[in-house]
């Protein structure tokens, strides 16, 4: 048997008749123990027989016919005391055949189920007990009890039924969770990279969806990252190629070669810079397991970016204010979320009219922490700020590729924050562009 369910059914109902068959063989041991030598029936009788005695001989017939009536009332059977020639001391009825019957004790089933067959319908008569040396004999008349296997089978078949339930959904428990497993693995196997299965199983079935799942994650991520990747080189790489190959030919036939091989060595910069973009893109949007995490102090962290950035902005005229109002710890990974910040700021800067600050902003909110950056620039119009994350856009007139951006620092950033499983919005505060960042500080 090759299929789970299937095993799980045959060692259930393997299971279920075993049980059953050790619950018959165990009952009759039980009621044979019971009935046998030595057993509580025995010693039950043998006390009897001693009370009956004494009430014969201290009362005579009427107290023992009160010991018996009381005994028979209690028990629901009858109760005899008979001398050792089978004369009923109490009814003075011969009982002589019962004594020479000495039917044996009535076996229970299986053992006794076909003596009982044969003689259904009959009473049951057991010389229980003698007392030796002394000329009584006591004799117990029960009605045959009900040894019938047939009767008990509607039981049986109630009880077979009802664990045969249980098994079947015990099966079902176990086997569609996996049947769901190897579906989606088929789908992903097939190229459905978005197949998941989203168990909300606690048991180890659970976890190996959920394991599943992650695996999924990580490798969609780093095929769609991929595939990303090879789209924008292929779309981005065509005209700083063409705009190279222009400026390697005019620097071998032009009369200045001084120019034209500052300009190779601009169009070669700008190449250079757009590649190094591209890859941080990728490493951005790469392998959340691959990532090294570390505790980082955010009012430090923030201070060391606006630090390496003071020097920029002082070129073009302005100045970066960091305001932190607490102190914040985030785990995440430290050169990922630094270049995140530092294109944000860079990009920041190089939109600011000369002589106007850049505010840096640092403060929490319940389980996150905010991080803000402003410029007081033009702006992006607002058609278009839903946009100014996506790799290569550029906001047309003073947002374009004259300032020498390639339109990847803010795609880089917003991947870099959601890694980190924050969000990353802007909008225009008037004057100027405001982004802000929301970190969960229980991350992991």
């Not at 005899?80 to 020639?85: E, I, K, N």
């Not at 960091?322 to 995440?332: Q, T």
Request: aromatic share 8%; hydrophobic share 40%.
């Amino acid at each position: 048997m090759r299929s789970v369910y299937a095993k799980v059914l045959f060692w259930c109902f393997g299971t279920l008749v075993f049980s059953l068959i050790a619950f018959a063989v165990i009952s009759a041991t039980a009621a044979v123990r019971a009935f046998g030598h030595g057993g509580p029936f025995e010693k039950t009788s043998t006390w009897q027989l001693g009370e009956a005695r004494e009430a014969y001989e201290s009362g005579g017939v009427p107290q023992l016919k009160a010991y018996l009536d009381k005994l028979d009332r209690h028990f629901q059977i009858e109760h005899h005391l008979t001398d050792a020639s089978g004369r009923d001391l109490a009814t003075g009825e011969d009982r002589s055949a019962w004594l020479a019957q000495r039917q044996s004790r009535p076996w229970p089933w299986p053992f006794g189920m076909f003596s009982a067959l044969r003689h259904r319908g009959e009473q049951h008569v057991i010389v229980a007990a003698s007392s030796p040396g002394t000329p009584y004999r006591w004799i117990v008349v029960a009605q045959p009890m009900n040894n019938d296997p047939w009767s008990f089978l509607p039981y049986y078949l109630l009880v077979f039924l009802a664990i045969a339930l249980l098994c079947w959904l015990l099966a079902v428990n176990l086997a569609s969770p996996l049947r769901a497993l190897a579906r989606t693995v088929d789908r992903f196997g097939r190229g459905d990279l978005s197949a998941r299965v989203h168990s909300r199983r606690r048991d180890e079935i659970g976890n190996l969806a959920r394991a599943f799942d992650e695996m999924a994650e990580r490798m969609e991520t780093l095929l769609t990252a991929e595939r990303r990747l090879l789209q924008d080189i292929s779309h981005e790489l065509r005209t700083p190629l063409a705009r190279l190959s222009f400026a390697a030919e005019l620097s071998r036939t032009a009369e200045d070669r001084t120019a034209a091989t500052v300009r190779l060595k601009k169009e070669i910069g700008r190449l250079t810079d757009l590649v190094g973009a591209l890859l941080q893109v990728t490493r951005a949007e790469g392998d959340p397991s691959s990532r090294n995490l570390t505790d980082l102090p955010l009012d430090d962290f923030l201070r060391e970016v606006v630090d390496d950035c003071a020097v920029e902005a002082e070129a073009r005229g302005c100045r970066v204010y960091l305001e932190a109002s607490e102190s914040l710890h985030f785990r995440g990974d430290r050169e990922l979320l630094r270049r995140a910040m530092e294109n944000i700021v860079r990009n920041a800067i190089r939109y600011a009219p000369e002589g106007t600050p850049i505010e840096v902003k640092l403060a929490s909110d319940h389980d996150d922490a905010e991080i803000s950056v402003r410029d007081y620039g033009p702006g992006v119009p607002e058609a278009e700020l839903p946009k100014i994350f996506k790799p290569f856009f550029r906001v047309d007139e003073s947002r374009d590729s004259s300032t020498g951006g390639v339109g990847l620092g803010l795609a880089i950033a917003h991947r870099a924050v959601t890694v980190h499983h924050g969000t990353m919005t802007a909008k225009n505060a008037g004057p100027g562009l405001l982004v802000q960042i929301e970190l969960p500080l229980h991350s992991e």
